[in-house]
């Protein structure tokens, strides 16, 4: 345990957690230091007592699911993972953060992954969104890649003054590139968002960039399209829904209402498949099993039980 220097994140206090080296860092005050980054924010909301014993106890939120993932016109099984952790962030260099400095972002980062197979070969996806815990601004970064027999690809979002994008590809078609953005609502940052205060999820008829994934596996523009957003919450549940007219797709995340507001199952509809072989198919993933541990110090082969904890 280090302390930090005394920072302030609107008068709210915070622990700072070193996940992959395991430095839990005590709980301080801190400035707005995301507004010193390039983007317009919002006032940085202030973090409960609730969210600190939570997510600053020196551990990660670890979910597996059990999949069922559309890939070329059928349903393979396979397997998901969410792993849910806070550590800080360097504004300047977007990169996780080694050391104390000033200018550090607290961000919930929020790794995600997905193994399955389509016939003989593999298939492994992972996505990770770095998003203030201060819940004023979009995501810092985002990256996304999939690996597989044929190739990999892999894809990041910068944000600046606009989202800078850096994606490559083994497709002639999808090739390197560089360009940029404007801003708008990132599907990546909403599974952030429902942790910390699913009260300002946005509805409505809006702007979103879908997900990276869904970009890659669709070989879609990646660019904001239309989506139909709603939130609907029946007993101890709310499901959060966003239907893009254009795409033919739909996403559905079903959360617990209350704190920690953890993710139960979620759902994602599109056409999938070649040709004659183009059909509407529903991806499912439903929860297998939940632990909160420090992972990053979990490494050795005395260590693999934990993978039975999680059913993997």
Request: glycine share 4%; charged share 25%; aromatic share 12%.
């Amino acid at each position: 345990m280090k302390k930090l220097l005394g920072l302030s994140i609107v008068a709210t206090t915070l622990l700072f957690t070193y996940a992959c080296k395991g430095k839990v860092q005590e709980e301080e005050k801190t400035t707005n230091i995301v507004a010193e980054t390039t983007e317009k924010k919002a006032e940085a909301k202030p973090v409960s007592n609730e969210f600190k014993k939570y997510w600053y106890n020196g551990t990660a939120e670890i979910t597996s699911y059990k999949l069922k993932q559309a890939r070329y016109g059928e349903l393979r099984d396979g397997s998901a993972v969410l792993v849910y952790v806070t550590e800080p962030f360097s504004a300047t260099k977007q990169v996780k953060a080694d050391n104390p400095d000033k200018t550090n972002i607290p961000v919930l980062k929020l790794n995600s992954t997905k193994k399955f197979y389509t016939g003989i070969y593999p298939y492994s996806v992972m996505s990770s969104t770095f998003y203030p815990v201060a819940d004023n601004s979009n995501s810092i970064k985002i990256t996304n890649s999939v690996q597989e027999w044929c190739g990999q690809v892999f894809s990041q979002l910068n944000n600046k003054d606009k989202f800078e994008i850096s994606s490559f590809s083994y497709f002639e078609s999808e090739g390197d590139k560089n360009f940029s953005l404007d801003k708008n609502i990132l599907e990546n940052d909403l599974w952030a968002k429902i942790r910390i205060d699913p009260t300002s999820l946005p509805t409505g008829n809006l702007d979103v960039i879908p997900s990276f994934q869904y970009i890659r596996f669709s070989h879609k523009k990646l660019k904001a399209y239309k989506a139909n957003i709603t939130k609907i919450s029946k007993d101890n549940l709310t499901i959060y829904s966003l239907d893009y007219p254009e795409l033919q797709r739909n996403l559905s995340i079903t959360f617990t209402t209350a704190f920690p507001h953890t993710i139960e199952s979620f759902t994602e509809t599109h056409k999938s498949g070649f040709g004659a072989n183009i059909k509407m198919l529903t991806t499912k993933a439903t929860l297998n099993k939940r632990i909160n541990t420090a992972y990053w110090q979990q490494n050795g082969n005395k260590d693999l039980h934990f993978r039975d904890s999680l059913g993997l």
